[in-house]
C-alpha cells in the first residue's frame, strides 16, 4: 500500500512539490501492461510478430530496459490520479524526477518520484473602486500657456526654413542646421499661403489648431499619468502569487519585441549584443522588475474583469481582428486573435476603472 503523498509548495516560485511513490503490487500491473505492448510490437527471430514469449522480450530487450518503461508508464498513469484526488491547481505539466525505484522484477521497495509543477496564480484584489475613484478625482486641469504655443510655432517656422532651404539646394543637413541657429526674428511666417498648402484656410485658423493640438496632446499625457498611477497603486496593494513561468512569459515576449527592433534597424541580435557588450542573458536579468510588473498587472485587469464580467464586445473583436490581420498577414490565427482580445479587454477595464 501506497503511502499519502507529502505536498508543499516553493512559495518563491509558486510551484507545488509532491513526492509520492507507487507501491509494489501496483508495479506489477504497470509492467504487465508495459511488456503487453512489447509483445505486440515485437519482431524476434523464429516468432510470428506480435507471438513472442515474455521472457523472450525481455531478454531481448533486457530488464533494465523494462523497468524503464515501467516506471514512466507507472509515473505517467497514476500521477494525474494523484494530483485531482489532491485538488492541484496547476497551469503547466509536472516536472518528474524519480527518487528511488526497484531495479529488477518482482519489485519489492516502491518507486519514489518528486513531482514539481507552476500552481495558478492566487490573487487577492484590494479596493480597486475607491483606489480607482481617488485617481479619478484628482484630475489635473490642463491648459496651454502662450510660451508653450508660441515655442511649438516656432519648432513648426523652423521647419517650413529647412524645408525652403532644401529646396534651394542645401542638403537636408545643411537645411537643418541654418534653420537650428536661426534667429526668432529671422524665422519665415506661418502665413495664409503657407497654411492653405497644409488644409486650414487661414493663419489664425492654424494656430489655433497648434493651441488645440498641444492641449490634446498635454490631456492624453495626463490622462496617461493617472491610468499609471492608478493601476500601479492598484497591483502594489494586491497580494499576487504566480509561478515563474509566467515571468519567462513576459522576459520571452520582451526579447521578441526587442529583437524586431533590432531588425527593424537593420542589425542582428549578436551584431546588437557585440555593441551594446552585453549578453543575452545579461539584458533579460536586468529586465527582471519589468516583467514582473507586467505579470501582476495582466493577473490583476484580469481578475477585475471576471469579478465585474467585464467582456469585449464580439462585434469590435471582429473589426479590430480583420484590421490587424490586413497588417500582420504572417501571424498566427489563434495568437493573434488571444493577443486582441487581451488587448481588448485591458483597455475595457481601466476605462471600467475610469468610470468609478
Same mark, same amino acid.
Given at each position: ?74 509515473? @505517467?498513469? +497514476?500521477?494525474?490520479?494523484? /494530483?485531482?484526488? *489532491?485538488? &492541484? =491547481? #496547476? ?57 508653450? @504655443?508660441? +515655442?511649438?510655432?516656432?519648432? /513648426?517656422?523652423? *521647419?517650413? &526654413? =529647412? #524645408? ?52 490634446s496632446e498635454k490631456e492624453l499625457h495626463e490622462l496617461e499619468k ?75 485587469l484580469s481578475q477585475i474583469a471576471q469579478e465585474e464580467k467585464i ?46
Open positions: 500500500m501506497s503511502k499519502k503523498p507529502a505536498i508543499s509548495r516553493d512559495e518563491k516560485r509558486w510551484e507545488l512539490i509532491l513526492t509520492a511513490e507507487i507501491a509494489p503490487e501496483n508495479i506489477a500491473l504497470h509492467r504487465a501492461h508495459v511488456l503487453a505492448e512489447l509483445v505486440k510490437d515485437a519482431h524476434l527471430p523464429g516468432f510470428r510478430p506480435g507471438k513472442a514469449p515474455e521472457d523472450q522480450v525481455v531478454k531481448a530487450i533486457g530488464e533494465a530496459e523494462v523497468m524503464r518503461r515501467t516506471i514512466e508508464h507507472a509515473i @505517467h498513469h +497514476e500521477l494525474p490520479e494523484i /494530483l485531482a484526488k *489532491e485538488d &492541484a =491547481r #496547476i497551469v503547466a505539466s509536472p516536472q518528474v524526477t524519480v527518487d528511488k525505484a526497484p531495479s529488477s522484477f518482482p519489485a519489492t521497495e516502491p518507486i519514489v518520484f518528486t513531482a514539481r509543477a507552476p500552481l495558478a496564480p492566487e490573487i487577492k484584489l484590494p479596493d480597486y473602486k475607491k483606489i480607482a475613484a481617488k485617481h479619478n478625482a484628482n484630475k489635473a486641469e490642463v491648459s496651454v500657456t502662450d510660451d508653450e @504655443h508660441k +515655442e511649438t510655432l516656432n519648432h /513648426l517656422k523652423r *521647419e517650413r &526654413a =529647412r #524645408i525652403t532651404k532644401v529646396e534651394l539646394g542645401l542638403t537636408p543637413q545643411e537645411a537643418m542646421e541654418q534653420a537650428r541657429v536661426m534667429e526668432e526674428k529671422d524665422l519665415p511666417d506661418l502665413d495664409d499661403e503657407f497654411v492653405k498648402s497644409l488644409g486650414y484656410e487661414s493663419a489664425e485658423k492654424f494656430t489655433e489648431a497648434v493651441r488645440n493640438n498641444i492641449k493617472r491610468r499609471a498611477g492608478m493601476l500601479d497603486e492598484i497591483v502594489k496593494e494586491a497580494k499576487i502569487s504566480y509561478p515563474a513561468l509566467l515571468l519567462n512569459y513576459e522576459l520571452d515576449d520582451m526579447e521578441a519585441r526587442m529583437q524586431d527592433d533590432i531588425q527593424r534597424m537593420g542589425l542582428t541580435m549578436e551584431k546588437y549584443l557585440a555593441e551594446t557588450k552585453k549578453t543575452k542573458e545579461e539584458i533579460r536579468e536586468s529586465w527582471k522588475e519589468a516583467a514582473d510588473n507586467r505579470a501582476k498587472m495582466r493577473l490583476v467582456d469585449v464586445d464580439p462585434e469590435r473583436f471582429e473589426k479590430e481582428l480583420a484590421h490587424a490581420k490586413q497588417h500582420y498577414q504572417n501571424a498566427d490565427d489563434a495568437s493573434l486573435r488571444a493577443h486582441i482580445s487581451h488587448a481588448m479587454r485591458n483597455e475595457a477595464v481601466i476605462t471600467w476603472l475610469e468610470g468609478q
